[in-house]
C-alpha cells in the first residue's frame, strides 16, 4: 500500500507540512501550526497521542458529550475585531455564563482591556466615518450619534433619533439619513437641515381638475365652490412661496408613485444630487411564507413569517432616479442604452423545455428586469459617489442573474453610461462585486469575476481597464489607502486553502506580501493606515487576534491568547488538504484528509466523506472551519480506526468561476462525480474498504447525501442528511435562481437537481435529521420527501425531528442527540 505523501495525490501543492495539536505547545503562536518546505515529499501526519480502535481513555479523551457541548469551552475566541474611534484596537468576546458579549480593547503594550459598559459609546460603533480632511470622526452606536472634535473632545450629536448611513459632506457637514429625508448638521454651530425628502404619493396642487361634466357645471354655478377653490389656491401658494423663502420650512419633497417603495437612497457629498432607486410595493425577493413553531411559552403555536420560495417568485424591476436636489425634481435613468439590455439570454434553456413539452419557443426581445445588484448586503452599496459629489457609480443587475452592468451617470445629460458589463452564461458571482473610486481622481476601482478569478481593476471611465491582480486566485476585501497609493488585500495566490494579506501599488502594480502565517488570515487596516489587526486560524488552532506594521519588517504580535487548556489537551487530529486528480476537469479537487495512526497497517479501514453545506463555500483550506464541531467529529471518529475525507467538491468558493459554475443546470452532479473520485483515491491511496464508506452532511451537505443514496447506490453504504433540501422548487430565489434559473422558465432543472425527483432510487441506510423551526432549507422539504418515500414503499430510511431548532442548532442537547445517531448509523453499517 503505497502512502498518502506520494507525490502523485499533490499534498498541497506547495510541500505544506502540517503538525499535529498536542497539550504541550499551548504557547506557541497559531503561525507554527504551518510550515512551508520547498520540493519536500508532504510527511504523514501522526495523531498526538497514540489509539487503539476503542474509545481513548483518561482526561483528554474526544468524546461526542464533549464535542458537543456549548462551544464557549473552546475559550471564547475573540469575535468581530475593528478599529475604535480612538484609533485602538478593540474586539467582543462572549462572557462565560450567558450569550452576551463583553467588549475589550488592546492597550498600547498589547495587554486586552474590557470595556466599562458606561464607555462602550467610545469605542463602540456601529457606523463610522471621518471627514475628508481628517478633522471629524462621527460613529453610531445604539441610538445615538457621537462626534470626536478637532480637539479630541467626544461630543453626542444626537440622541433616539433614528439615523442611518453616515457621511460627511465635502464641506465638513454630517449627513444622514432620517426616515424618509437626509438631514446634514454643521458640527460647527450645532444647525439641522433637511437637505432632501421624499414621499410616496401623489404631488399635491392647489385644485384638483374637475373630473367630469358635473364637477366642472357645478364649480362655475356655485360661488361658495369657487370662494372654496380661491382659498385652498392662496394657501397653497402661500405655502410655495414660504419654502422658496423662509428658513423655517423643509424644501419640497420629491414624490414617487405612491404604488411604489424606496430600495435605496444615496446623497452626493457635495448636497447637489442623489440617487433614489424605487420598486413596485409587493415586488420583493423577501414577500413572506409561514412557519409554524410549535414549542411555545403559552402553549399555542405560533405562525413565524419566513421568505418566498422561488417558485412564487416573479421578475423585480427597480427604477433608478437621478434627483436635482435644488429643483426636488426628478429624471428616471433609462436602461435602455445598456449593452444587452433586452437579450435573450434564457434563449436556449427555454427552447429546451419547450421542446420537451412538445412546443416550439420564439425569441423574446421584450426589456428584462434590471435593479441594483442584490450581493446579499445592504442595497445602497451598490451606489458609489466621488467624495467630491460630481460623479457616481451604479452596480446593476439583471434579474435572470447574467449580466450585470457597472455605470456611471452623466449628471447633464441625465442618463446612464455603461464601463464594464460582466455577463455570465451561468451566473453572475454575488461575491466579489467590490467597487468605488479612487479618492483623489474619477477612476473607477471594481472587482470583476472576467478573468475567471476575482481580480481588481482599475479604469477611468470611458477608457479601457487596467488589471492590478491576475493569476489563479481570488482576491477580496480591499481597502483603498486615502492617497491612493495602495489596495490592501486578501488573496490565496500562494495555496488554494492558504489566504494571506497583500497590498499592490496603485501606479506600479507591483504587489507585496505583508503575511506568511499559513493559514486563514483576515485583517483591518487602521484608520492611520499604519497597522493591520489581523485574524489568524490553522485547521486546529481557533482563531486569535495579531498585529503587524504594514511596513512588514516585524512578525505579527499575537494579541489575544483565549483557546482553553482544555481544548489544547485533546488529541485532535490534524487534517492533510490533498489535492485528488479529478476525472472531469484539469484541475483537482482540494480536500482534507483525517487519517489515523498506522492507517495503511492491516485490514481497510471504514471511511466517511463529509460534504460542506452552502455549496459555495470553502472548507479544505487550512484555517479553522466553520464547521469547527465536525472538526472535532471527525477527530472522534479517527480515533475509531475511520479515514475521514471532507471534499471541495465543484461548486466550492476559492477556486474561480469554472469550479462555482459546474453546478450550472445540474446541482448533484459535478459534486458526485467528484465524491467518486474521492471515494476511488481513498480505496487507492488510504487503505479504505470500498464496501465500508458512508456520507454524511447538512445542508448543502444534506442535499448530497440525498442526491447520492438516490443516484449513485454503489458508492455509500450509509448516509445521514442533516436540515437537508429535498426540492429546490421550495429553496429561496436569491441563491437557487442563479444555479437553476425559475421553476416556470427552467423546470428541467428544477428536476434534474431536486432529490425528491430521484427517491426511488434508495437502496441503502438513510438517517434524516431535520429541524422544525427552520427559515432557510423549511421542515415541508423533508415532510414532503418523507412522505414520497413512504409512497414508494421504501423502508431504509429514518427520520429525527427537533422541535425547537433553526438551521444552525443552538442546544447542544440537540447537537449531541444528532451525532449520536450519525454514528450509530456508521456504526452499525460500515
Not at 452576551?100 to 486586552?112: F, I, K
Not at 473520485?677 to 474498504?689: I, P, Q
Request: proline content about 5%.
Amino acid at each position: 500500500m503505497q502512502q498518502i505523501g506520494l507525490r502523485s495525490s499533490v499534498i498541497l501543492g506547495l510541500g505544506v507540512i502540517m503538525t499535529a495539536c498536542s497539550a504541550t505547545d499551548s504557547n506557541n503562536t497559531a503561525a507554527q501550526s504551518v510550515a512551508v518546505e520547498t520540493n519536500q515529499p508532504p510527511a504523514i501526519i501522526q495523531p498526538a497521542q497514540p489509539v487503539n480502535m476503542g474509545s481513548v481513555q483518561g482526561d483528554s479523551a474526544i468524546t461526542l458529550e464533549q464535542i458537543m457541548a456549548d462551544p464557549k469551552w473552546l475559550g471564547r475566541q475573540p469575535q468581530n475585531p475593528a478599529w475604535s474611534p480612538d484609533g485602538s484596537m478593540m474586539y467582543a468576546r462572549q462572557q462565560a455564563d450567558t450569550q452576551l458579549n463583553d467588549y475589550y480593547r488592546v492597550s498600547a503594550s498589547g495587554e486586552s482591556v474590557k470595556i466599562a459598559a458606561g464607555e462602550l459609546h467610545l469605542y463602540k460603533a456601529d457606523e463610522q466615518v471621518t471627514s475628508r480632511d481628517g478633522r471629524y470622526t462621527a460613529w453610531k452606536y445604539q441610538d445615538s450619534v457621537f462626534v470626536k472634535m478637532p480637539g479630541g473632545e467626544v461630543v453626542r450629536l444626537t440622541q433616539g433619533l433614528p439615523l442611518e448611513d453616515l457621511q460627511f459632506a465635502t464641506d465638513n457637514r454630517l449627513m444622514a439619513r432620517h426616515n424618509d429625508s437626509i438631514v446634514a448638521f454643521d458640527l460647527t454651530t450645532g444647525q439641522q437641515q433637511v437637505l432632501l425628502s421624499w414621499k410616496f404619493a401623489k404631488a399635491p396642487s392647489a385644485n384638483t381638475p374637475p373630473k367630469d361634466f358635473i364637477a366642472r357645471e357645478q364649480q362655475n354655478l356655485i360661488e361658495y365652490i369657487k370662494v372654496q377653490r380661491q382659498n385652498r389656491e392662496d394657501r397653497f401658494m402661500q405655502t410655495q412661496q414660504l419654502r422658496e423663502q423662509s428658513p423655517a420650512m423643509a424644501p419640497e419633497p420629491v414624490y414617487f408613485d405612491d404604488n411604489d417603495r424606496l430600495v435605496a437612497v444615496k446623497m452626493a457629498p457635495n448636497g447637489k444630487h442623489a440617487i433614489i432607486v424605487t420598486t413596485a410595493k409587493g415586488s420583493r425577493r423577501d414577500a413572506t411564507d409561514i412557519m409554524p413553531h410549535y414549542i411555545q411559552e403559552d402553549g399555542r403555536i405560533a405562525a413565524i413569517d419566513v421568505r418566498q420560495r422561488v417558485a412564487d417568485a416573479e421578475p423585480v424591476e427597480q427604477t433608478s432616479w437621478l434627483i436635482d436636489v435644488a429643483g426636488a425634481t426628478k429624471h428616471e435613468l433609462s436602461y435602455k442604452g445598456l449593452p444587452g439590455y433586452n437579450d435573450d439570454v434564457l434563449a436556449e434553456v427555454k427552447q429546451e423545455n419547450a421542446a420537451a413539452r412538445g412546443e416550439e419557443y420564439t425569441i423574446n426581445r421584450l426589456p428584462r428586469a434590471i435593479g441594483l445588484l442584490n450581493s446579499w448586503s445592504q442595497r445602497d452599496a451598490s451606489i458609489r459617489w466621488h467624495q467630491d459629489g460630481t460623479a457616481v457609480a451604479l452596480l446593476l443587475e439583471a434579474w435572470d442573474n447574467k449580466d450585470s452592468w457597472l455605470v456611471t451617470v452623466d449628471l447633464a445629460a441625465k442618463k446612464l453610461v455603461n464601463q464594464h458589463r460582466q455577463h455570465d452564461d451561468a451566473w453572475i458571482n454575488y461575491r466579489h462585486n467590490q467597487f468605488g473610486w479612487l479618492n483623489n481622481s474619477h477612476t473607477l476601482y471594481y472587482l470583476s469575476e472576467q478573468s475567471g478569478y476575482s481580480h481588481l481593476y482599475i479604469q477611468q471611465p470611458g477608457a479601457a481597464p487596467q488589471a492590478l491582480t491576475s493569476g489563479q486566485y481570488v482576491v477580496n476585501n480591499l481597502t483603498l489607502t486615502d492617497n491612493d497609493d495602495y489596495f490592501y488585500f486578501k488573496a490565496n495566490k500562494k495555496h488554494p486553502g492558504i489566504y494571506e494579506i497583500y497590498r499592490v501599488a496603485v501606479a506600479s502594480g507591483e504587489h507585496e506580501t505583508l503575511t506568511q502565517l499559513n493559514g486563514m488570515t483576515d485583517y483591518v487596516l487602521s484608520p492611520d493606515e499604519q497597522t493591520l489587526l489581523l485574524t489568524h486560524s490553522t485547521v486546529t488552532r481557533p482563531p486569535e487576534l495579531y498585529s503587524a506594521s504594514v511596513a512588514g519588517n516585524e512578525h505579527p504580535m499575537q494579541l489575544t491568547h483565549t483557546i482553553s487548556d482544555e481544548f489544547l489537551a485533546k488529541p485532535w487530529v490534524a487534517p492533510q488538504v490533498v489535492a485528488i486528480p479529478s476525472s472531469h476537469t484539469d484541475e483537482p479537487i482540494y480536500a482534507r484528509v483525517y487519517l489515523p495512526e498506522n492507517y495503511q497497517q492491516g485490514e481497510p479501514r471504514r471511511a466517511v466523506v463529509f460534504n460542506h453545506g452552502a455549496g459555495y463555500l470553502q472548507n479544505a483550506h487550512l484555517g479553522w472551519s466553520g464547521y469547527f464541531r465536525e472538526f472535532m467529529f471527525h477527530s472522534f471518529l479517527v480515533k475509531q480506526g475511520y479515514v475521514v475525507l471532507d471534499m471541495d467538491y465543484r461548486a466550492s468558493a476559492g477556486y474561480g468561476r469554472d469550479w462555482r459554475t459546474a453546478i450550472y443546470r445540474q446541482m448533484g452532479t459535478p459534486e458526485l462525480e467528484d465524491n467518486r473520485d474521492g471515494v476511488n483515491w481513498l480505496v487507492a491511496n488510504a487503505n479504505v474498504d470500498r464496501a465500508r464508506v458512508g456520507t454524511y452532511g447538512g445542508s448543502y451537505g444534506g442535499f448530497l447525501t440525498f442526491m447520492a443514496m438516490f443516484n449513485e447506490p454503489d458508492l455509500y453504504q450509509a448516509g445521514a442528511a442533516l436540515r437537508p433540501v429535498s426540492d429546490w422548487a421550495h429553496y429561496n430565489t436569491g441563491y437557487t435562481s442563479n444555479i437553476l434559473n425559475t421553476p416556470d422558465v427552467d423546470p428541467i432543472a428544477y428536476r434534474r437537481s431536486s432529490p425528491i425527483y430521484h427517491a426511488e432510487g434508495l437502496q441503502k441506510p438513510l438517517l434524516i435529521n431535520a429541524p422544525m423551526v427552520d427559515n432557510n432549507v423549511f421542515f415541508v422539504d423533508v415532510v414532503r420527501l418523507v412522505q414520497r418515500l413512504i409512497e414508494l414503499e421504501k423502508t431504509q430510511f429514518e427520520t429525527a425531528i427537533y422541535p425547537v431548532e433553526p438551521h444552525g442548532f443552538v442546544q447542544p442537547s440537540s447537537w449531541l442527540d444528532e451525532y449520536r445517531r450519525i454514528y450509530a448509523l456508521f456504526e452499525e453499517n460500515l
